[in-house]
């Protein structure tokens, strides 16, 4: 004959505690026994000091204008010298990729396109450098492309180790000269801002 199963139905409808089963009420506070040297310090309160500034004279305007007057002077300083210092840093590869004739430039884009079974139709009205620059925005060997301007992701690549293609530093060292602000991001993430800003 099979076993019958008990009917708990009684039991689940039932308030209070089950047979044998302890509850846990949270309503009493649970204290231990402290010696009464160190209770004595815990109740009673230190006294804090709080220390308020004092209140100075408001500054003549003549001696805040004469002091944004040189922190103008130094910025400017500042910028020069920073300038400077970028164009006398400049890596074996970015002079290489500066050197790089357009010709190069091309035959790489020609030979990542004979790779591909049919041609690109939706990317017809972009120029080369443009297609070089979605194309290594999309290379995932190189890391991720979002969060990140093309030049660093490149360079980052390179010190990885990963040997990033040289045509794209040149690409983006040309369009750096043009000041072409638009060629420093991914494109996706200018798709990505977008729909953050809700534009």
């Not at 009493?28 to 500034?53: A, E, M, Q, W």
């Not at 400049?90 to 430039?105: C, F, H, I, N």
């Not at 995932?140 to 010190?159: H, L």
Request: charged share 35%.
């Amino acid at each position: 004959m099979p076993t019958t199963r008990r009917s708990t139905g009684a039991t689940r409808g039932r308030a209070g505690v089950a047979k044998g089963q302890s509850t846990i009420s949270f309503a009493n506070k649970v204290t231990k026994s402290v010696p009464k040297d160190v209770k004595n310090t815990l109740v009673t309160p230190t006294s804090t000091n709080i220390v308020v500034p004092e209140r100075r004279k408001p500054v003549d305007k003549k001696v805040e204008e004469v002091v944004e007057e040189v922190d103008e002077h130094e910025e400017e300083e500042q910028e020069e010298s920073d300038s400077n210092e970028e164009a006398k840093e400049k890596t074996r590869a970015e002079l290489e990729a500066e050197r790089l004739p357009d010709s190069q430039v091309e035959k790489y884009w020609t030979a990542i396109e004979k790779q591909r079974k049919a041609p690109r139709v939706h990317q017809e009205e972009l120029s080369v450098n443009d297609k070089i620059l979605r194309y290594f925005d999309v290379s995932s060997q190189y890391g991720p492309c979002i969060g990140i301007d093309r030049m660093k992701r490149w360079q980052r690549a390179e010190r990885l180790g990963l040997s990033p293609p040289i045509e794209v530093l040149s690409v983006l060292l040309k369009e750096e000269r043009k000041s072409n602000k638009d060629a420093a991001t991914a494109q996706m993430d200018h798709i990505l801002t977008s729909i953050a800003l809700g534009s």
